[in-house]
């Protein structure tokens, strides 16, 4: 009779871990890096981001765990701490996620931001049938007259072709015509935003997308720490061709280059130049070095002071947010910060969470959700 109770408990664990085997296993990736500062403003730093998709995986892992076995990796390159993650890095890595798991288990998915440089998987996830999911970047690959990707859903909040469509509907306008972008190399690897317009804009002017052809697109290349005397000379060699100028790099190093042109009598009229920013009333495009914008004054009642900007000769293209806040977000946003700080020892600016992380956790959501449908619809099949 013992022996027969053991037996049966035995079949009985056994017979519960098959069941639990038995579901769907879909492996989920998402590509970053780790950067060594401990609060870091780089927008590729899993320490940013990782925060807000933490929390919706486990949403959807509880949400749907009668259903998906789901697992997640980071993939990481020790190493690519510091610096941009390059095309071939997010090739590798990729790649090895399809290889390691194709054939062993019921779908796999990439889970990204969609920025530049991890926009070459979207070729990879298109050709291999894995579903790419993008929270805030272009919704289909760079390149001009690229077919869109049927493997993937996109959030798009900031997407590349429409900022493009607008830039180049403003320049051409106005009759600008011949533009030069100035390019900080000492900030512009952290620059999330910056990085990816200026390598949209390299991608589709000076004639390589045949219908903006028009658009003459110079890139003059710069150190914000240099002195004040090598940053003249770089004006002044861009003032001998082009009066329209893009800066692309952090707030510090933009304010640098605008006080420079001041100096220089750049400022009357004769010049424009455009910035970028997330938020006119959020984040400057440094995130944390906000002294550099602050003109609002400290007696008026603003729950953060209102950005400034020391010359009227430049333009701000501001990308507003699509987040308002309610009390679900005010919750998240602080599940975000504690979440954060807990597990990636990471503080945010002035608690201020950046809205492409709110988009990761949305991603998160309405990946779920296509993967539910699939699931119904196609009766077991996940490509």
Known sequence: MLCKLILIAVLGVNKLHTGYSTLPHIALATIGIKVPEVNTTNFDALQLGGAGLDLGLKFIIQRYKNTFNFSHTYLVKEGRG??????????EMAGKFIFQHEGRVAGMALLSP????????????????????CSAGTSKFGKPGEPANPQQ?????????????FIYALLTRNG??????LVDLRSIAAEYMCRGIHRLLQQNFNA???????????????????????????????????????????GKAIMLILRTAKKLGMTN??????????SRHGFSLDNQDDSWWKV?????????????????????????????MTPFLAQLRQDIIQNALRN????????????????????????????????????????
Not at 82 to 91: G, K
Not at 153 to 165: E, H, K, P, R
Not at 214 to 227: E, P, Q, T
């Open 153 to 165: 859903f996109s959030l798009s909040l900031y997407s590349g072709t429409v900022i493009l469509d």
């Open 296 to 324: 609002t004054d400290t007696n008026v009642d603003l729950s953060f002071p209102l950005r400034g900007y020391v010359s009227p000769a430049a333009v701000v293209i501001s990308l507003r947010t699509p987040y308002v």
């Open 269 to 278: 009229g004769e010049y424009v130049f455009f910035m970028l920013t997330f």
């Open 176 to 181: 600008w015509t011949n533009v030069a972008a």
């Open 208 to 250: 390589v997308n045949p219908s903006m052809e028009y658009i003459r697109y110079n890139v003059v290349s710069f150190d914000s720490g240099a002195s004040q005397t090598e940053l003249k000379r770089t004006l002044q060699t861009t003032s001998q061709t082009n009066r329209i100028v893009f800066i692309f790099g952090s």
């Open 82 to 91: 510091t610096v941009t993650l390059l095309e071939d890095d997010v090739s």
């Open 344 to 383: 990636y020892n990471f503080t945010y600016a002035k608690n201020e969470v950046p809205t492409f992380v709110y988009a990761g956790y949305d991603m998160c959501l309405i990946y779920g959700q296509v993967r539910e449908t699939t699931f119904s619809e196609k009766n077991m099949r996940y490509d």
């Open 114 to 133: 969609c920025s530049q440089e991890n926009n070459h998987i979207l070729l990879m996830t298109r050709e291999s049938r894995v579903l790419l999911g």
